[in-house]
T-cell receptor
Framework: AQKVTQAQTEISVVEKEDVTLDCVYE???????LFWYKQPPSGELVFLIR??????QNEISGRYSWNFQKSTSSFNFTITASQVVDSAVYFC???????????????FGTGTLLAVQP | DAGVIQSPRHEVTEMGQEVTLRCKPI?????LFWYRQTMMRGLELLIY????????DSGMPEDRFSAKMPNASFSTLKIQPSEPRDSAVYFC????????????????FGQGTRLTVV
């Protein structure tokens, strides 16, 4: 069975601190996709990144970076120099892939609430 | 691009009433998903369509729930009769099929419909 675990329920940091959000996944598939979504207080879900299981390269986008390690089944998300606008719930998600086509359906973790204090 | 459009944004109804949630996916997206978000269960997939055809409805909680996609630009999720435990935020999302044999792409979410059944 596929599963995504975000053990950190809530994290509180002071502005400009670095923070890492953990994500551990379980799947029997050899091909799969991992995602991070942000849900700000306004409620919408905003796509941040997609990574496939063949690509273990870390990615950096501005203050955001992602560390994908298949050996530990983890896909962690780091925000450098956090800002108040980063305050949100962050979801990690897993999507299965099947030969001949993708399903695109997402299995979400329970989310981590990040509060960045000024 | 207007993004995924959901209506209404908020719905308050009495137990036993029929509720219809509406979704317009992003033009050109072949996949459409309905997710439900609650405090107890987090984000869970209810049903998804590919090219207007329901592919997996295993997440639909019971017969009171039904979803349709009469054309590529419109989908509905209906609850009849509604119950207080149906209170949740319902998200619609859409995505493209991706490329390659294992192609998978990110889903773009609407703003959600906050349903309250009293």
């Amino acid at each position: 069975a596929q599963k995504v675990t975000q053990a950190q329920t809530e994290i509180s940091v002071v502005e400009k601190e670095d923070v890492t959000l953990d994500c551990v996944y379980e799947t029997r598939d050899t091909t799969y996709y991992l995602f991070w979504y942000k849900q700000p207080p306004s409620g919408e879900l905003v796509f941040l990144i997609r990574r496939n299981s063949f690509d273990e390269q870390n990615e950096i986008s501005g203050r955001y970076s992602w560390n994908f390690q298949k050996s530990t089944s983890s896909f962690n998300f780091t925000i450098t120099a956090s800002q108040v606008v980063d305050s949100a719930v962050y979801f990690c998600a897993l999507s299965e892939a099947r030969y001949g086509g993708a399903t695109n359906k997402l299995i979400f973790g329970t989310g981590t609430l990040l509060a960045v204090q000024p | 691009d207007a993004g995924v459009i959901q209506s209404p944004r908020h719905e308050v109804t009495e137990m036993g009433q029929e509720v219809t949630l509406r979704c317009k996916p992003i033009s050109g997206h072949d996949y459409l998903f309905w997710y439900r978000q609650t405090m107890m269960r987090g984000l869970e997939l209810l049903i998804y369509f590919n090219n207007n055809v329901p592919i997996d409805d295993s997440g639909m909680p019971e017969d009171r729930f039904s979803a349709k996609m009469p054309n590529a630009s419109f989908s509905t999720l209906k609850i009849q009769p509604s119950e207080p435990r149906d209170s949740a935020v319902y998200f619609c999302a859409s995505s493209t099929p991706g490329t390659g044999i294992y192609g998978n792409t990110e889903a773009f979410f609407g703003q959600g419909t906050r349903l309250t059944v009293v």
